[in-house]
């Protein structure tokens, strides 16, 4: 029964990313249509023109799609055939598995039973985002290479070395917000975000860290290599850098990984910054409003509450990152690398440092052993 | 047990790759892969931090730089070279002679069932000790590791 349980959390969890990694396809083209003062992709109908208007949903989650899917899978001569085929599946696994840590709701109370709705109920769950985050550098380099291209591996070169900078100014970004909640697991993080700061805020992340959010939130957009910082996959200069020489289903899975690491970057900064599930002011059993008003609620309206609040930050973030994908001009490569060791580090740094003093000091200044 | 033999094997395996395929790429990869079934091995002797530390440092990182390495200066299949015997010997002498050391720990600390302290492995657990009585040690390792990355730096920039 507990494995039962388990699975259903991690199929909930692997569905989440599959619905919002697809989703996002058609977000970002007509949101991107909307920004550019366009229509978008418009073309397609139902059952040969059924409805009097036409439906970019349906061309963007249908009919593009079964095309990808449908053409000839070229792997280019000399290229190493199995490195070329392995490397789509580098890319997105690490980033499916990211989403097995990330708490989607407080609790779900079944009879009796209370199922904490993460998937996996991993202690340092902050680490296990990172290990994965660095993982699909792997997809990255290997597509670049194994595709015996020019472009593609130069792609898929500038690519790795911007993951691998970015990744250090994440994992510092996150140093600061460990110190600040003193646990490195998500979901009590979400829960710590729950308290109120002098009664009455909530006591979100982005209250306290209001520059490892930045930080953050800049270095996730460019683990994930969209504009400004998508020079690996340049269109107008390296065609589509490492993922050149990609046809059909191998294509499709690369900019799959684009959208999920959307999602992903989303989800964390919603869970460790804006209180993931966390809806304000409400506990197990009901709100419980700053003034003394307390509205008593079902558990289970509390917990599809929390769940849809989880989900509409995670829309909200989502869109913030299309938005500014569609919005600032690309960063040249020295500039991305600047802004990443020069600018990023240090700020991080500081933050860190600034961030341990306070909490010493909060503490008292002295060490709880 | 059984998932303990079935990622010894796979790991051994993977490391017989690493050593003797063609292909440095491949031996770099199957390396990689030797990592991760370690770390799911640290996961079942409860390690977790380590586990998850040798995802995100060794795998994740160092043979990224590895794999840079290999492919930005040149991934030509390796041509089996025509080893002088006495470094064949060698080679077979110290090979022999870490198989001994390893076979007599396991066999000494066989049967050896002393509990582990309840939060073993937590971040908490070896943050605890690293940051109290190891303390000293750590400044030490990470200047090393500064030396290390400044030399490299003033290496680097002596060949231009």
Not at chain 1, 215 to 225: D, L, N, R, T, Y
Request: charged share 15%; net charge neutral.
């Amino acid at each position: 029964m507990d494995f039962l349980i388990v699975f259903a959390k991690c199929l909930v969890a692997l569905l989440i990313v599959l619905q919002v990694g697809v989703l996002l396809l058609w977000v970002e083209r007509k949101g991107s249509a909307l920004i550019q003062d366009r229509v978008g992709a418009n073309r397609a109908n139902l059952l040969g023109g059924v409805l009097p208007f036409n439906l970019g949903i349906v061309n963007t989650l249908m009919a593009d799609p079964l095309k990808l899917f449908t053409k000839e899978d070229i792997v280019p001569e000399g290229a190493d055939r199995f490195l070329h085929w392995l490397a789509p599946f580098l890319a997105l696994f690490p980033l499916f598995l990211t989403y097995a840590v990330i708490p989607f709701g407080d609790v779900l109370e079944i009879g009796d039973r209370t199922i904490n709705l993460q998937a996996v109920e991993a202690g340092p769950g902050i680490l296990f985002v990172l290990a994965l985050v660095s993982l699909g550098v792997y997809g990255v380099v290997l597509g670049g290479w194994a595709s015996n291209s020019r472009y593609a591996l130069l792609g898929g070169i500038r690519g790795s070395a911007q993951m691998i900078s970015y990744e250090i100014a994440m994992g510092l970004a996150l140093v600061a917000v460990v110190l600040t909640f003193g646990t490195l697991d998500l979901q009590q993080i979400v829960r710590e975000q729950g308290k109120l700061m002098w009664g009455v805020v909530p006591a979100w992340g982005v209250f306290y860290q209001p520059l490892a959010l930045l930080v953050f939130f800049i270095a996730g957009m460019a683990e994930s290599k969209r504009a400004p910082f998508d020079l690996p996959e340049a269109e107008s200069e390296l065609i589509a850098g490492f993922f050149t020489e990609y046809s059909g289903s191998k294509q499709s899975v690369f900019m799959m990984a684009d959208f999920v690491e959307v999602a992903i970057v989303a989800a964390l900064v919603t869970t460790l910054f804006f209180g993931g599930w966390q809806v304000p002011w409400l506990h197990r059993d009901g709100f419980h409003l700053p003034g003394g008003l307390s509205i008593p609620l079902p558990s289970l309206l509390v917990t599809i509450l929390q769940v849809l609040s989880f989900l509409v930050k995670l829309a909200i973030f989502c869109w913030l990152q299309i938005l500014v994908r569609w919005t600032l001009p690309r960063l040249r490569y020295d500039q991305l690398m600047n802004l990443g060791w020069k600018r990023l580090l240090p700020i991080a740094l500081v933050n860190v440092a600034i961030t341990a003093v306070l909490a010493l000091a909060l503490q008292g200044w002295t060490v709880a052993s | 047990m059984t998932a303990f033999w079935i990622l010894a094997i796979l790991a051994v395996l993977s490391a017989i790759v690493t050593i003797l395929h063609r292909s440095p790429v491949y031996g770099a990869l199957a390396l990689v892969q030797t990592l991760l079934l370690i770390a799911a091995m640290f996961v079942l002797l409860d390690a977790h931090l380590v586990a998850l530390l040798q995802v995100i440092v060794y795998a994740g990182a160092i043979m990224v730089l590895f794999l840079f390495v290999i492919m930005l200066l040149g991934a030509e299949d390796e041509v089996r070279l025509e080893g002088r015997s006495a470094l064949r010997l060698g080679a077979l002498v110290s090979a022999a002679a870490l198989a001994v050391e390893l076979a007599t720990v396991v066999v000494a600390k066989r049967g050896d069932d002393t509990a582990l302290p309840a939060a073993f492995g937590t971040t908490e657990a070896l943050a605890e000790r690293l940051f109290s009585r190891w303390a000293l040690p750590f400044e030490l390792t990470s200047l090393l590791l500064m030396v290390a990355v400044v030399g490299a730096v003033v290496l680097a920039r002596r060949k231009a």
